[in-house]
C-alpha cells in the first residue's frame, strides 16, 4: 500500500468534483472553489452530455463527428479515449445519482449540431449540468474530503528541483481576506474557462480563467488558446440592439436540435444559404452567419422561431429555457424570441496528456482548464462535460495505488512526445501601463478578438493590452489581472495563426492553410529561486 498524500484539487464543477471523489478513495483532498461548492460553469450547462449509448450508434462515428468539427487540430488518440471511455463513465454518474431523462423506460436522446446521431443524454429536461452538479456535490459532502468554500486560488508555489521548478503546493486568499499557504504532492486545476474575457458571454461570474492565469505564471505550456468559441444563440431582451444586449441567458443548442429555426429581420430562414446544415451547422459557422446578418440589419438580434415545436413539447423538454423567456415576457411557443452569440467555451487552455499532466511537475489540469487536444479548433456540441469526466477519472486514477504510472505522472517534467516548438509569451508591461478596467477589457475583447478578426484589429488590440495593467489585493482586482494575461495570450496566438480555421476567423486571412494544421504552443520564461 502506497502512502497517503495530500492532493488539493481547484475547482468545483464536474471536473473537479469527479477527480476529488476518486482520489479521495485513497488519499487526502482538499478541494478549493472561490464561491460555493454548488456554483460552477457545469450548472449551467443545459444540452447535455454526448455518449455512444444506443445501438444504432458507435465509438467510431463519434469520434469521426468531433474530428471534424475539430477542423484538424484535434489529438486522435485523446478523442478516442473520450469516446470509447465515455459510456462507463456515463454509468459512474448513473451510480452516483444522476437521473437522466428517459422516455418509454429507455434513456432518452436529443441531436445537436454536427452529430450524426443523436447521441446526447439530457436530465431535467435542460438542466443537465445542474442535476450532475447537484448529485456530484452531495457525493463530495458524504466524503471526508476538506472543501475550502469562498476560497481564492492566488498562485501556484513552485520550488526547484533536479527535474526543474516543481508545483508543491497553493497560495490562496480565505473569505476574511487571509493569505494561506497549502502544501501538496500535487495540485490539480479543474478552475474551468474565462468567459468573463467578453463583453457578452453565457459563463457565470465566477469564470474568470484564474486557474489558467495562474498556470501562466507558474511557466506551463499553454495551446490552442486563439480558439473561442461563440453560442449562436443567447437570448437578447426585446428592444435592445445587439451592442446593448447585456443579458446573455444561453438557448440551448437542443432547440434547434428538436427542430427550431433562425430567421432575420424579414421572417425568412438564412442559414441553408451558408450551409448544407442549417440551423445544424458547426456552432463557429452558425455564429458567423448570426454575426453577419446582424451586421447587415444594423445590429438587430436574429429571431429563433421554435412555435412549431407546440407548448407542451417546450415546457417539459426545455422547462428551464421556458421559463426564463416567461419571465421577461416573451411566450416562445406563441413568439418569435431574439438571439445573439456570446462567448461560450474555451477550446485552448494549458497543455495536457491523456493523464492530465501537464508540462511542471506537480501540476495537473481537467476541464475546460485543460487543452487535452480533444477538441481541436471547434468543440464538439456537448462533449465538453463528457471530456471533463473521462479525462478528470484519468486524471485521479494517476493517483490510485493500482496505477504504476504515479510516481512518473509526479516527477516527469516533460509528458509530451511531440516535437511542436514552445513559443516564448512575452507578458512584461511597461512602467507606464494604467490600471485595467474590467469592463472596457472586455469591451475590447469583443470588438477586436471576437467571431471574426482582423490583423488590424489584432494589432490595434496587442498595443492597448500592453497600455494596461492589473493591480490590486482584493478577489475582483485580482480576477480582472487575471484576466487581463489572458488576454495577451489569446491575442498573441490569434495574431501568429494567419489563416481561419474553426472558431478563429481571420477576414485578412479567409481560407484555412495547410502550414498550420497544428497547435501553436506558448509558455512563459519563469526564473525560479532555489
Avoid at 87 to 115: S, T
Avoid at 291 to 302: F, L, T
Avoid at 497 to 518: I, L, M, N, V, W
Wanted: charged share 20%.
Amino acid at each position: 500500500m502506497k502512502p497517503r498524500k495530500h492532493i488539493i484539487v481547484v475547482g468545483s464543477g464536474i471536473a473537479g468534483l469527479i477527480a476529488a471523489l476518486e482520489i479521495s478513495r485513497e488519499h487526502e483532498v482538499t478541494l478549493v472553489t472561490k464561491s460555493e461548492l454548488a456554483e460552477s460553469n457545469t450548472r449551467w450547462a443545459q444540452g447535455g452530455i454526448a455518449a455512444v449509448m444506443f445501438p444504432d450508434d458507435s465509438v467510431a462515428e463519434h469520434v469521426a463527428d468531433t474530428l471534424l468539427a475539430g477542423a484538424g487540430l484535434c489529438d486522435r488518440d485523446a478523442v478516442e479515449i473520450l469516446c470509447s471511455e465515455g459510456p462507463a463513465r456515463i454509468r459512474d454518474l448513473i451510480r452516483l445519482g444522476v437521473a437522466f431523462d428517459q422516455r418509454n423506460g429507455d434513456l432518452a436522446r436529443g441531436l445537436e449540431a454536427a452529430h450524426s446521431r443523436a447521441r446526447v443524454l439530457h436530465a431535467g429536461g435542460d438542466a443537465t449540468g445542474l442535476s450532475i452538479e447537484t448529485a456530484l456535490v452531495r457525493a463530495v459532502r458524504n466524503t471526508n474530503i476538506k472543501v475550502l468554500e469562498h476560497t481564492f486560488a492566488r498562485d501556484l508555489i513552485l520550488k526547484d528541483s533536479e527535474h526543474g521548478p516543481r508545483v508543491t503546493g497553493l497560495e490562496v486568499l480565505d473569505a476574511s481576506g487571509s493569505h494561506h499557504q497549502l502544501e501538496a504532492a500535487a495540485v490539480i486545476l479543474a478552475s474551468g474557462g474565462a468567459g468573463q474575457l467578453y463583453l457578452h458571454t453565457t459563463n457565470p461570474r465566477v469564470a474568470t480563467g484564474d486557474g489558467m492565469a495562474m498556470a501562466l505564471r507558474a511557466g506551463a505550456q499553454f495551446a490552442d488558446v486563439e480558439f473561442y468559441q461563440f453560442h449562436p444563440t443567447a437570448l437578447a431582451m426585446p428592444g435592445a440592439s445587439f451592442a446593448e444586449a447585456s443579458q446573455t441567458f444561453l438557448i440551448s443548442e437542443a432547440v434547434r436540435g428538436a427542430g427550431a429555426v433562425l430567421l432575420d429581420a424579414n421572417g425568412r430562414r438564412f442559414m441553408q444559404h451558408i450551409h448544407p446544415s442549417a440551423e445544424l451547422a458547426p456552432r463557429d459557422v452558425v455564429a458567423r452567419g448570426i454575426a453577419r446578418q446582424m451586421a447587415i440589419q444594423s445590429g438587430r438580434p436574429v429571431m429563433l422561431d421554435a412555435t412549431a415545436l407546440g407548448e407542451p413539447f417546450l415546457a417539459t423538454r426545455f422547462p428551464t429555457i421556458d421559463a426564463a423567456c416567461r419571465a421577461r415576457g416573451l411566450d416562445w411557443s406563441k413568439h418569435l424570441i431574439p438571439v445573439t452569440p456570446a462567448a461560450h467555451y474555451w477550446m485552448g487552455g494549458v497543455r495536457t496528456d491523456i493523464w492530465g499532466r501537464t508540462s511542471l511537475p506537480g501540476l495537473f489540469a481537467v476541464g475546460e482548464v485543460a487543452c487535452t487536444g480533444v477538441h481541436g479548433a471547434n468543440r464538439l456540441a456537448s462533449n465538453s462535460l463528457l471530456e471533463s469526466l473521462v479525462f478528470a477519472w484519468r486524471c485521479a486514477h494517476l493517483f490510485l495505488s493500482e496505477q504504476p504510472v504515479e510516481q512518473q505522472s509526479l516527477q516527469t517534467s516533460q509528458p509530451f512526445d511531440d516535437k511542436l516548438p514552445v513559443l516564448p509569451l512575452d507578458l512584461q508591461v511597461p512602467n507606464s501601463a494604467t490600471l485595467v478596467d474590467r469592463t472596457e477589457l472586455q469591451t475590447l475583447m469583443w470588438n477586436a478578438v471576437g467571431i471574426e478578426r482582423t490583423g488590424a484589429d489584432l494589432q490595434s488590440a496587442a498595443a492597448q493590452l500592453q497600455r494596461w495593467q492589473g493591480a490590486g489585493t482584493s478577489v475582483e482586482e485580482l480576477e480582472t489581472a487575471n484576466l487581463l494575461s489572458l488576454a495577451r495570450v489569446v491575442v498573441t496566438a490569434a495574431l501568429a495563426r494567419k489563416e481561419s480555421r474553426g472558431a478563429q476567423f481571420r477576414q485578412d486571412y479567409p481560407e484555412t492553410s495547410a502550414s498550420f494544421e497544428h497547435s501553436l504552443v506558448y509558455a512563459k520564461v519563469v526564473e525560479v529561486p532555489c
